[in-house]
């Protein structure tokens, strides 16, 4: 607006009608006298969400998008994932009209992802493109305006889990986490970005204020750097000692905790002594942090299995009986392969 001659509240009176009015097209920017709006569009500006092109809904409510990014061809693919009332009986506070009393989004930084980890679908479509932070962001408001989603009042927890390694495009995913935060309303604490262990990018993380700074999560998934760098090549470069090290510098809030993600492949990584080996490698670290296990999701050309339900349970037991918090992971819209690692443009267009 100030490139344009227009005072530097008229770009803050667009930023609200773009991320807290969701507006679908230039004319409904109503704060803009029309004058200006037609000078927008007269030179070619374009506003709007981005189009959601696919839905694939799972038997448990989760559904899963392709999202269209306007200029470009590729999709990119968002989940959304309702918890319902488990039965309870409402206590009349809930709005009819929402099915769910709160609800997890999941976004993609990147289209593919470069990193190799031989566990997950989406390696398997390399790196094409990194997203900017535009579609980054607009993953989120597309997927809040279909839930009509009131942002400051439902509760809505949003992940950057989806495809893509989002500290390998560092720069439009944090300028993405702004816009969401500043513009759109959105709470950093209830937003967690997952890392494969990108050294660098943890690094400059650790050094964002905090009023813009997700919860982080680390994919540790192994327990040593043997078999670490076996299932994520990528440890070759920074192994577990480096990711510890660099989280250490993150400035925590009063009783924020860091995730590690844990994914149990049968056989592989979901052995007894694994656990034990997993517990004092996170008492070690001296990090406040839970452990977030999932049970491998199966993909196509994918050789691992899926851990017994007995094996996930000893081993969320033994860590603990160790004293480090363990949570089982519930799978989500494994019927639609929507669940970790299971993205991947299953449909060809
Ligand atoms: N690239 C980032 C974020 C996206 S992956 C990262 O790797 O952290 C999100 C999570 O899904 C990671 O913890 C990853 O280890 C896990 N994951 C990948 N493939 C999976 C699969 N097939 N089953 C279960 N979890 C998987
Ligand atoms: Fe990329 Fe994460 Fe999949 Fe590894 S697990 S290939 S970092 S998306």
């Known amino acids: 607006m100030v490139e344009m001659g227009e ?138 305006a279909r839930h009509a989603v009131e942002v400051g009042r439902d509760r809505v927890n949003l992940v950057f889990m989806g495809m893509g390694e989002p500290f390998l495009n560092y720069d439009n995913f944090m300028a993405a986490v702004r816009l969401l935060v500043k513009e759109a309303g959105l709470s950093p604490q209830r937003m967690t970005v997952s890392t494969s262990g990108i050294v ?11 009023e813009v700074r997700p919860k982080l999560a680390i994919s540790l998934n192994a327990s040593n750097n043997a078999v670490r760098s076996e299932v994520m090549p990528i440890n070759r470069k920074w192994p577990i000692e480096a990711i510890v090290d660099a989280v250490r510098e993150i400035k925590l809030r ?20 694994q656990a034990a080996e997993v517990a004092r490698l996170v008492r070690r670290s001296g990090l406040p942090a839970k452990v977030n296990l999932i049970a491998w999701n ?9 851990p017994e339900t007995g094996a996930v349970e000893a081993f969320r037991q033994t860590l603990i009986d160790a004293g480090v918090p363990a949570y089982v992971r519930r799978p989500r819209g494994r019927d639609i392969y929507a669940a970790c690692g299971q993205l991947k443009r299953t449909v060809e267009q």
């Open 200 to 210: 660098p990018g943890i690094e400059r993380f650790a050094a964002e204020p905090q």
């Open 7 to 144: 005072p530097p509240w008229r770009g803050r009176q667009l930023a609200y009608a773009l991320y807290h009015q969701w507006i679908e097209d230039l004319t409904s920017v109503t704060t803009l006298p029309g004058h200006l709006r037609s000078r927008l569009a007269g030179e070619g500006w374009q506003v709007g969400l981005p189009k959601i092109s696919q839905i694939f809904r799972s038997h448990d409510g989760t559904e899963r998008y392709l999202v269209e990014s306007q200029p470009r061809q590729e999709t990119v693919e968002a989940v959304w994932m309702p918890e319902g009332d488990d039965g309870e009986t409402g206590d009349g506070s809930e709005d009819e009209a929402k099915p769910w009393h709160r609800a997890t989004i999941c976004v993609s930084s990147q289209v593919g992802c470069a990193v190799n980890c031989s566990f997950c679908l989406t390696a398997k479509l390399g790196l094409q493109r990194n997203l900017s932070a535009g579609e980054i962001a607009g993953q989120v408001i597309a997927v809040l």
């Open 254 to 273: 009063p009783r924020e905790r860091l995730t590690f993600e844990y994914v149990l492949l049968g056989g592989v990584t979901d052995r007894p002594e």
């Open 298 to 306: 199966p993909g196509p050309g994918i050789e691992y299995s899926t």
